[in-house]
């Protein structure tokens, strides 16, 4: 199985800039893969922010932007607020099956 | 207001099975693919399969593939997981996801296998 990959962890200032990023062991991530975007806080289920790369749902705050860059999936995350620290998890169709990446746990600090 | 509420989650042995369902309610579910996907204990995401609008496409992530089986009835707004042969591994929150864009998820219902 293709897998999707991750920064483990990331910290980021409050009022900062933060990219995190995600990519498929097949290649280049392209519109074709559908990338998505969710948040999970602890002890909660998982809250999808974007969708087909770069589209956001009613309730995805202003300050996360999701996009395609270098080969790979992009969500960033501009202005962090402290209510922002959560994992991050993509998701890829990658080699033919839907694969989420490892995660990306976020400190706000 | 959207509701995906799981249940069936349990305690099991090895080699055992289980029952999960999901009510959905405030979308038009027959109009959408539903999907389930499984959270190990302080693990990651695990995509596990999903069904058509229908039920006739089907597709499962390698590692349940001949073990679980993914169904939906369209009349009572319901998505459901057969689970057999379970391990170890598969205990896990199990959640189920709805809408357009995997909008919508569940709260999600813990399965546990240990003998």
């Known amino acids: 199985q293709a897998e999707v990959t991750q920064e483990s962890s990331l910290t980021v200032s409050p009022g900062g800039t933060v990219t995190l990023t995600c990519g498929c062991s097949?290649?280049?991530?392209?519109?074709?893969?559908?990338p998505y975007w969710f948040q999970q806080k602890p002890g909660q289920a998982p809250m999808t922010l974007i969708y087909?790369?770069?589209d956001k749902h009613s309730w995805t705050p202003a300050r996360f932007s999701g996009f395609l860059l270098g080969g790979k999936a992009v969500l960033t995350l501009s202005s962090a607020h402290p209510e922002d620290e959560a994992e991050y998890y993509c998701?890829?169709?990658?080699?033919?099956?839907?694969?989420f990446g490892g995660g990306t746990k976020l400190a706000v600090l | 207001e959207v509701q995906l509420v799981e249940s069936g989650g349990g305690l099991v042995q090895p080699g055992g099975s289980l029952r999960l369902s999901c009510a959905a309610s405030?979308?038009?579910?027959?109009?959408?693919?539903m999907t389930w996907v499984r959270q190990a204990p302080g693990k990651g995401l695990e995509w596990v399969a999903n069904?058509?609008?229908?039920?006739?496409?089907?597709y499962y992530v390698d590692s349940v593939k001949g073990r679980f089986t993914v169904s939906r009835d369209n009349a009572k707004n319901s998505l459901y997981l057969q689970m057999n042969s379970l391990r170890a591994e598969d205990t896990a929150v199990y959640y189920c996801?709805?809408?357009?864009?995997?909008?919508?998820w569940g709260q999600g219902t813990l399965v546990t296998v240990s003998s």
């Open positions: 996801l709805g809408g357009g864009h995997y909008d919508y």
């Open positions: 405030g979308f038009i579910f027959s109009d959408y693919w």
């Open positions: 069904i058509n609008q229908d039920g006739s496409e089907k």
């Open positions: 097949t290649g280049a991530v392209t519109s074709g893969h559908w």
């Open positions: 087909d790369a770069s």
């Open positions: 998701l890829l169709f990658c080699g033919g099956a839907w694969v």
